[in-house]
Each structure stands twice: as structure tokens, then as C-alpha cells.
């Protein structure tokens, strides 16, 4: 077995890139892309007759192949089919460093979920606690329970929406502007920011429409979501540009945290940079952007 570390909630997440767990010619090399998460799939991207199949080819993936620092989530089927119990002892016994509950629609749904994966901890002497959780939410109750389903867990690491079942569900289709998803992404966003959680939008279809991919990277950012579910690794790319602090903003933050560590010593909480009032408030923020920063690469100062 090729041992992993430890999974982090916070870490670095700004794709995830989407793979069928029944194909090991995808899955092999899946790590050579550079996308932060690898979500390998038990559930749509495979035929009813062939989970079995996908298990099997899940669990060696998962034992053998070193995907150095990509991490490895499983996305496994609805808790209303007869395979979710059995995915999570796969995905448990295999290492995986997350499971993905797909059409989640309340905090039972992941307090069944996490039973079941503790049992399954136990059963492979895998570390209590290891194995994380985040939720796709699928439909109009999902997204009502948003915060439910994102506190319901210690082992919660984020939300995703599922655009796909969604539009179907409010009888839309997808629009330039992403009006059809607004409301529901923006529920969801404030939801996972409550509950300290990361959030992550649904995957963008259509390859051959590259503006209208650009379009909705830019408006993830703009609106604060942690990253994209990607399907094709030509995708990858354009996400992390988007999503890295630019370099004003870095300069920006480490003088925000410097100034604020400086003054804080001397008794003060509002102070100016650059000619602008700083308080407490404009901290976490900008703190924030430096570990960002960080993880990118694009930053190598000791203020995170």
C-alpha cells in the first residue's frame, strides 16, 4: 500500500477534476494534471451492472498508485441505492482521503453516512477520524438544508452545488450569466461560510465553449467560492489562474498583517496602509490571501 498523509480540511482546493473509478487508464495518471483533488466516480459515470467493476478498480487504484499531493475523493452512489454501504468500505479500506455524498439532503443523510464510515474505520484499523466528508447538493431541499448539512459533521471539509440535477429540478437550463444558478449559489455560499466550511461549484459542460468557461471561473472568484469541479484537465489551468492572489494583492495583505501585528503590540486596532483605515475586521482576510498565496507557490514570508 502506497501510504498517504493525513487529509486536511483547509488545504488548497481550486479544481477538482472528475474521473470514472471503472477506467484505470484514466485514474492511473490522474495525478499528472495538476488539479488540486482527483474525485473518482462511483455513481452517474458508471453503468448499474458494472459498480461491482468500479469498486474493485477503485480499491487497487487506491492501494497502489502514489498520487503524491493530489488528493483522492470518492464520489459514491446515492444513499437511496443498494452500493453506498459497500462504497464506503471500499473508499475506507482503500485510503481514500474523502468521500463525496452525492444528492445529499439534510444532515441525517451525512450522520448516515459518517456511521457508516466510522464502522468502516474500525473494521480496517484505518485512524478514527481520517477519512473526510463534503456533501453535493442536488436539489431545492438540499440547497434550504445547506447549513445543516455543512455543520452536521466535524468531518465536513466543504459543499458542492450539482448544476446538472439542479436545473432539472427548477426546470431551467444554463444561461451566460449564471441567473438560472444564482440564488442557490449564493445560498450555498453563505451556508459553508457560516459553518467554517469550503464551497465549490458545479462543473462547466460544454469544452467548446470557452468563453462561456472563463466567464463562470471569473464569477466563482467574484462571488468566493474555494474552487470548480472540472471535467477535462484543459480546464485546470485557467481555474488555478484565476483563483491565486495577484501579485497587488499579496503585497497588499502582507502589509495589511505586518501593520496589524505592529500596531496590535503597541495597543492599537485601527491603524492606516497606504493611506487607508485598517481595523480587526480586514484581518482574517488578508491572512487568508497569504495562505492562498502560499499553497500557490506565489508566496514565501513567515506572516501565515
Not at 453563505?190 to 465549490?200: E, K, L, M, N, Y
Request: proline share 3%; with cysteine.
Amino acid at each position: 500500500m502506497i501510504p498517504r498523509p493525513k487529509p486536511q480540511k483547509d488545504r488548497l482546493r481550486r479544481t477538482m477534476m472528475f474521473m470514472n473509478a471503472q477506467k484505470p487508464g484514466l485514474i492511473k495518471d490522474a495525478y499528472i494534471y495538476g488539479c488540486d483533488s482527483i474525485m473518482l466516480d462511483l455513481e452517474d459515470a458508471v453503468a448499474e451492472n458494472q459498480k461491482d467493476s468500479a469498486r474493485f478498480s477503485l480499491y487497487h487504484a487506491l492501494k497502489t498508485i502514489d498520487y503524491g499531493d493530489t488528493e483522492v475523493i470518492v464520489r459514491i452512489n446515492g444513499l437511496d441505492t443498494p452500493h453506498w454501504q459497500e462504497d464506503i468500505r471500499v473508499c475506507v479500506a482503500g485510503g481514500a482521503d474523502g468521500i463525496r455524498i452525492a444528492k445529499c439532503e439534510s444532515a441525517q443523510d451525512v450522520i448516515t453516512v459518517e456511521k457508516a464510515v466510522e464502522a468502516a474505520e474500525e473494521e480496517f484499523g484505518v485512524e478514527k477520524g481520517r477519512t473526510l466528508l463534503m456533501a453535493a447538493l442536488e436539489s431545492p431541499k438540499g440547497i434550504l438544508n445547506a447549513y445543516e448539512i455543512c455543520a452536521a459533521s466535524d468531518r465536513m471539509l466543504g459543499v458542492a452545488i450539482s448544476g446538472g440535477d439542479f436545473r432539472k429540478c427548477m426546470q431551467t437550463k444554463p444561461t451566460r450569466d449564471g441567473i438560472d444558478m444564482v440564488t442557490a449559489r449564493g445560498m450555498m455560499l453563505i451556508a459553508a461560510r457560516a459553518a467554517g466550511v469550503q464551497c465549490f461549484d458545479t462543473v462547466f459542460t460544454d469544452l467548446d465553449d470557452e468563453e462561456g468557461f472563463r466567464a463562470e471561473v471569473q464569477q466563482n472568484k467574484a462571488m468566493g467560492f474555494d474552487g470548480k469541479s472540472l471535467i477535462n484537465p484543459k480546464q485546470i489551468r485557467y481555474v488555478h489562474e484565476v483563483f491565486a492572489p495577484t501579485e497587488k494583492e499579496i503585497i497588499q495583505a502582507e502589509q495589511m498583517v505586518s501593520a496589524f501585528r505592529e500596531n496590535a503590540a503597541k495597543g492599537l486596532g485601527v491603524f492606516t496602509v497606504n493611506g487607508k483605515m485598517v481595523d480587526i475586521a480586514f484581518i482574517p482576510g488578508a491572512e487568508r490571501t497569504l495562505r492562498l498565496a502560499k499553497a500557490c507557490g506565489l508566496y514565501e514570508g513567515d506572516l501565515v
